[in-house]
């Protein structure tokens, strides 16, 4: 995990000169840090972008205590998982290291909303597009279970076309990153599931 030390010190900082609490973190892997304007499009969430470039849900759990020393979030949006499956983790492992977050985030913060973003269907990533498929189903299995402020946020079939690849209009050219396109359709899809499910007392 050494290798995330630069950014997380990062991260740390800029929790550090936060001038106000944010009502929301974002927390997750490149796909959360490269979301530029996220803070703009959600900006009355008071959101932060604590996105960390090419973690894992591993890792995301393993610098967890250190991210959110300081924080004090009215809720949480994840993203990770992706690049778990992309080192070949297996989809049990990834369901793990989802628990294992949700426990550090229950103890810390105790029933706060969350929200996990499923796995996003990459191009560069079809040939393991069953087990991106199987952990989101599997997670959101578990999430549907609980009834503890926890939520799925389908974005995984909004990105197929009609026989079951991903659209190529929302990446990059690498196959794996969003471009601007698919940060727009999901800035649209989940900030009106936030508007949803979040608290009146949130807008």
């Known amino acids: ?16 000169h936060l001038n106000t609490p944010p009502y ?3 927390y997750g892997s490149s796909t959360i840090r490269l979301w530029d304007h996220l803070e ?21 759990v393993w610098f967890y205590d250190r991210v959110f020393a300081n924080l004090k979030p009215s809720s949480i949006v994840l993203y990770a998982g992706d690049n778990d499956l ?25 029933n706060i909303p969350v929200f996990f973003l ?3 269907p990459s191009i560069n990533r079809f040939h393991i597009i069953d087990r991106i498929k199987y ?3 599997i997670i959101s299995q578990e999430i549907n279970k609980d009834h503890n402020n926890s ?29 601007s396109y698919g940060y727009g359709m999901w800035k649209e899809v989940v900030g009106k599931y936030l508007n949803d499910y979040l608290p009146l007392d949130f807008n």
């Open 151 to 179: 939520f799925y946020i389908n974005l995984y079939e909004k990105m197929l076309d009609d026989s079951g690849f991903p659209m190529k209009q929302f990446y990059q050219q690498d196959g794996l990153h969003l471009n």
């Open 86 to 110: 992309g080192d070949n983790r297996h989809p049990e492992e990834v369901f793990i290291y989802y628990q294992q977050l949700m426990h550090k985030i229950r103890t810390q913060f105790g």
């Open 118 to 120: 499923s796995i996003k």
């Open 24 to 26: 929301m973190v974002f």
């Open 40 to 60: 703009k499009d959600f900006q009355h969430y008071n959101a932060v972008n604590l996105g960390f470039g090419g973690s894992t849900l591993a890792a995301c």
């Open 1 to 16: 995990m050494f290798w995330y030390e630069a950014d997380i010190k990062q991260l740390e900082q800029k929790v550090a």
């Open 135 to 137: 952990t989101n189903r």
